[in-house]
């Protein structure tokens, strides 16, 4: 029996595109000995509310439970627009998130040196940028009660939302943090606006706190909005930033454009260890959407997809070096000047999804 168990959920539009190439890699690192992964596929999205009715079926829901980790694509499309709220599509990555606990949210921006010129900035400033942003995903003013909008009767409404954090959900997210550094520079940067909030407050004193166990780390506390004004000034100085739900929401989208396409970007969201085995629940996808405007015609950018997979590697199965030959592979094939649509530059060479998908994989040997 194979002792490592992925569920793959396509989802909709590019979703089915792009894991295609993620079945041609697991059958390429399982036939050279590198794996032996065992795997299954379940509906998620819109395509699961054609099957089902809702955005994920209990039954995927328990194979997304059982597995050691979810390699999970894209949802939505304008053929779900219309569905009702509870079952749109976005409703099962949701479900998901929150059946599994996947608390930490780990959005990396590697600029490889190909696409340097791509950037919106200088080169200089981002050539060999490798910045991890942890930011905390079940907490905080998207969750936080009372979130309601209330009619004062007079002409006026008025809107709450509620920022709302307990120390054990701070604390869990720092030692994310921490951990991470420890494998790269050993530095931490925890972004809040403790200047003008009490969860800012709190957040700084907790993340002090566990960062005592963590002699190593050079533990940095920045103003959050101050961390959006050098991360476009100078991204370089940033090894791991660690903040809450909101502000992660907006940094982590600023630090990946840092380094161009939507296609290029990968992300993990991760949960608690489990205390008999230690493993992590997690889910693994590419930040970007379903792409409706290019599904079906085979030109997505499987790269997103595929760092997703090297994520999963090393955050789920501890195939550090496999990981890290899967990112050189990437690298490797842009150096050589191939392009998906997206990325294209001058004097390139334009592939297809599954060309760009067969060209990583040969470059694993
Ligand atoms: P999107 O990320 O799907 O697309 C934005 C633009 O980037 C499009 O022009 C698209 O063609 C391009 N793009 C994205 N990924 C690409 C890739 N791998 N290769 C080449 N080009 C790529 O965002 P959107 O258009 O705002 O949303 C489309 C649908 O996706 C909506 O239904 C939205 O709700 C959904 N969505 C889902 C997720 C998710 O599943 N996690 C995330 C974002 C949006």
Not at 70 to 86: E, L, Q, R
Not at 161 to 174: C, F, G, H, K, L
Request: aromatic fraction near 6%.
């Amino acid at each position: 029996m194979a002792s490592n168990t992925l569920f793959l959920l396509p989802g909709d539009g590019i979703g089915t595109e792009i894991m295609a190439e993620v079945e041609k890699l697991i059958a390429h690192l399982n036939g050279s000995g590198a794996t032996d992964f065992a795997y299954d596929k379940g509906l998620v999205g819109g395509c699961a509310y054609d099957a089902h009715g809702v955005a994920i079926s209990e039954e995927d829901m328990g194979k997304a439970l059982a597995a050691d980790a979810v390699i999970f694509g894209a949802v939505g499309g304008p053929k779900w627009d219309d569905v009702p709220y509870d079952v749109r599509p976005e409703a099962g990555l949701l479900r998901l998130r929150k059946d599994l606990g996947l608390f930490a949210n780990l959005r990396p921006a590697i600029c490889y040196s190909a696409l340097a010129d791509a950037s919106s900035l200088k080169k200089e400033l981002v050539e060999g940028l490798d910045i991890l942003i942890v930011r905390e995903l079940t907490g905080g003013v998207y969750f936080g009660e009372p979130k309601e909008i209330t009619d004062l009767g007079n002409g006026q409404k008025r809107a709450v939302d509620t920022q709302v954090y307990e120390s054990y959900e701070i604390d869990r997210i720092a030692r994310v943090a921490f951990d991470l550094a420890m494998t790269r520079g050993k530095k931490v940067h925890s972004a809040d606006k403790k200047n003008v909030m009490k969860s800012g407050v709190l957040w700084d004193e907790v993340v002090k706190q566990a960062g005592r166990d963590y002699p190593e780390i050079d533990l940095h506390h920045i103003l959050a909005d101050n961390a959006a004004m050098q991360l476009v000034r100078n991204p370089k100085q940033f090894d791991v930033m660690v903040t809450d739900n909101l502000f992660g929401d907006i940094l982590s989208d600023a630090a990946a454009m840092l380094t161009g396409s939507l296609g290029m970007l990968p992300s993990a969201s991760l949960g608690a260890p489990d205390p008999a085995t230690g493993k992590r629940k997690a889910l693994y996808e590419p930040v970007h959407g379903s792409a409706p405007d290019i599904a079906g015609q085979g030109i997505a950018n499987p790269i997103a997809m595929f760092a997703s997979f090297a994520m999963a590697l090393r955050y789920s199965f501890g195939m550090v070096d496999l990981a890290g030959k899967l990112e050189t592979a990437i690298s490797d094939v842009l150096e050589d000047g191939l392009r998906t649509g997206d990325i294209m530059q001058t004097g390139c060479r334009k592939v297809t999804t599954s060309e760009m998908g067969d060209a990583i994989i040969a470059k694993l040997g």
